[in-house]
């Protein structure tokens, strides 16, 4: 039989703690929609999110880009230093990176590098069910070369939540259609608008089923056209104004039909994340 570490116990009471604080932030009317929503399975929202109603980036003009391999094209993720992989936490089992990738049919020649997975670190308060602190640290066997096609995207120097109606860019691999099911051979990118949590955890679209907190962004189209991401798309960079801000994590079923949602890098995630990067 297996015995909890200390150090787990303490971590698991920490994200308790946590997860009460986020709760109560939905007191009433909020609290009594929550209760509802959190007797039900999720069956709304899908682990991996595609790019839908993007376009094919400029070749090697995102440097930070993964492509995570189980055995096969699995997730995104981003190059926040030449040893360390950000990515979702949902993205489990990953094998590989592959950095300095456009077509990724064409992962054996230049520029791309390749890099076998040392360490995998998931946030300690993650939860599946609730969808909350879904990142995880990948660290490599070795440092990638900085070249022009794998450049790493640094992590901000504090958390900037963006405003509601801000334009941001997500990249990724994944689906680009619902009926099309599966990955693009090549890098696409979108920009999404982001939308008001409370909007967000309304009925016309998560309904508490999970809910949106404040560590999380709601991002998706502006109205006029379908933006979002897709299946394949998870752990990929959310970008504002230049700025990491988050990572995708999970959406609808039907890819597009309401907004995405990412896991926000927000002060105490950063410091998760520097924090795991030191000790490691």
Partial sequence: MLFASSQHIRERRACLKVDLVEITMFSTPYLSGFLCAAALLIATAGDAAEIIGGKEVRPHSLPYMALLEKKAPL????????????????????ERVLLGVHDRTKTNKDPCQKRKVNGQFPHP?????????????????????????VNV??????DKD???G???????????SNIVRKMSNVLMSVNVTVVDRVKCNSSKYYNFNPIITKDMICAGSDGKKEADTCQGDS???????????????????????????YSFLSAKQLLWIKDVMKKN
Avoid: E
């Avoid at 308060?125 to 096609?149: E, H, I, W």
């Fill in 75 to 94: 997730c995104g993720g981003v190059l926040i230093d030449l040893m360390w992989v950000l990515t979702a936490a949902h993205c489990t089992g990953i």
């Fill in 125 to 149: 308060c993650y939860d599946k069910s609730s969808r909350v602190n879904d990142l995880m640290l990948l660290k490599l066997d070795g440092a990638v070369k900085p070249t022009k096609a």
């Fill in 153 to 158: 995207l640094r992590l901000p120097k504090s």
């Fill in 162 to 164: 963006p405003l509601a």
């Fill in 166 to 176: 801000s334009s941001c860019m997500v990249a990724g691999w994944g689906w680009t």
């Fill in 235 to 261: 752990g990929g960079p959310l970008v504002c104004k230049g700025d990491l801000v988050g990572v995708t994590s999970f959406g609808p079923q039907k890819c597009g039909q309401i907004p995405g949602v």
